[in-house]
């Protein structure tokens, strides 16, 4: 049994439970990467006020929860972009399962996050898979049946 002497300082205590609040948002973030969830349903699911989740966000991931959300879904991107089976999709298609619907805003963010175009990631992993596109096969499999 533990005496007076070994209970763990208040600020810890604090810290462990502002981890386990963003941890808990994080997990219902990542389950509903699709969709815009507002603020106000994970300070309910968490059990703390818009300012308290903040500010938990702030101490355990350097950002708030917003910004934390809209950086995993850009990586989400990313990575899916890159992956050897991406030449079968488009850019449009990636971005919406992420939740990006605003295109050209997803275009702006995404360039300011990574320092290029995401149709630039997309084709630098075909070429690096030596594939072609699936638009040009599709194109290519069209002259040779015209001619």
């Not at 350097?62 to 972009?81: E, Y």
């Not at 175009?117 to 069209?142: F, I, V």
Request: some cysteine; proline content about 4%; glycine content about 8%.
């Amino acid at each position: 049994m533990k005496g007076p002497g070994h209970a763990v300082p208040r600020r810890q205590v604090a810290f462990v439970s502002r981890k386990e609040a963003v941890e808990r948002a994080e997990a219902y973030l990542r389950a509903h990467i699709d969709a815009s969830v507002p603020v106000s349903r994970l300070c309910r699911l968490v059990g703390l006020s818009e300012r308290g989740l903040r500010d938990a966000f702030y101490s355990v991931r350097g950002m708030g929860p917003k910004r934390w959300t809209v950086a995993v879904r850009l990586q989400g991107v990313r990575d899916a972009l890159t992956e050897r089976w991406a030449e079968q999709t488009t850019v449009t298609d990636i971005a919406a399962d992420y939740g990006f619907y605003e295109l050209g805003r997803f275009a702006a963010i995404y360039r300011e996050a990574f320092g290029e175009a995401p149709s630039d990631t997309l084709r630098s992993t075909n070429q690096k898979t030596g594939d072609t596109p699936r638009r040009t096969r599709t194109r290519q499999c069209l002259r040779q049946h015209v001619r």
